[in-house]
């Protein structure tokens, strides 16, 4: 099953616009979108196509790419406006009620990092819907990230955002457009789908080196650490040697 899905994704690449088959995988994506969530940021839009098919489902959508070229092929082509960013730089952009990056995360060399830039344009509980290869494409020379499952999620949850919806889980939303478990990418090339919730906890805890400034907090995680630590190490090294990751 897995060779023919494989194959067909190669085959479909092969013979059609690029435009095109990035378009058809995405649309199952977008429709999750909450419909009152207005505002949405794409990320790593390549040439508008996904910018203008939510404008025109009453969005309103605004994108930005690497590519000056094809900032001028979505102006000329799709009649919407792309603003030329790097993934980790979005100045200028202000807040937005979702985020949607399609197959951009795996090309970051930190995507944590990513994340939590972010996490700095959505609005209280906006969401964020990334689609990323899975594990299938770990070894292509362009992508320098493509975390595991298990650490996609891990990631996401010390970003400060909560999964809704994700490979392997019950959803946490309603979805009206099919299958989710298909729809968040096993029927799309082997790709992992993930729409989550930015979370109300305050960011400072999520910059890197965080030191809490509470001597007392300080105090009961030094003690729970040490308490904790040896039957901790022992349950992650039974855990290594008998569970393997799905």
């Not at 790593?44 to 092929?73: M, P, Q, R, Y």
């Not at 789908?193 to 809490?212: C, D, E, H």
Request: proline share 4%; hydrophobic share 35%; with cysteine.
């Amino acid at each position: 099953m897995k060779n023919e899905l494989y194959k067909n994704w190669f085959e479909r690449e092969r013979k059609e616009p690029i435009s095109t088959s990035n378009m058809e995988g995405s649309v199952p994506f977008l429709k999750l979108i909450d419909p009152k969530k207005k505002r949405v940021l794409v990320i790593g839009c390549g040439d508008g196509h996904e910018v203008s098919w939510l404008n025109d489902h009453g969005f309103n959508a605004t994108g930005i790419t690497a590519s000056n070229k094809e900032a001028k092929i979505a102006e000329k082509k799709y009649k919407v406006k792309v603003f030329v960013r790097d993934m980790h730089d979005l100045h200028g952009l202000g807040k937005y009620d979702c985020i949607f990056a399609g197959n951009v995360l795996e090309h970051s060399p930190m995507p944590y990092l990513a994340l939590l830039h972010w996490r700095e344009h959505l609005n209280k509980n906006g969401w964020l819907i990334l689609v990323m290869p899975s594990k299938e494409w770990l070894t292509e020379y362009y992508h320098l990230s493509v975390p595991t499952r298990s650490q996609m999620k891990d990631i996401l949850g010390k970003a400060g955002f909560s999964l809704l919806a994700g490979p392997k889980m019950k959803p946490q939303i309603k979805y009206q457009g099919g299958d989710v478990f298909m729809d968040l990418g096993r029927k799309w090339g082997f790709l992992d789908g993930y729409v989550s919730k930015m979370i109300s906890i305050p960011k400072n805890k999520f910059k890197l080196n965080y030191k809490s400034t509470s001597r007392t907090e300080n105090i009961i995680k030094k003690s729970v650490k040490n308490i904790l630590k040896y039957p901790y190490n022992k349950l992650r090294q039974w855990y290594g040697r008998n569970i393997r990751e799905w």
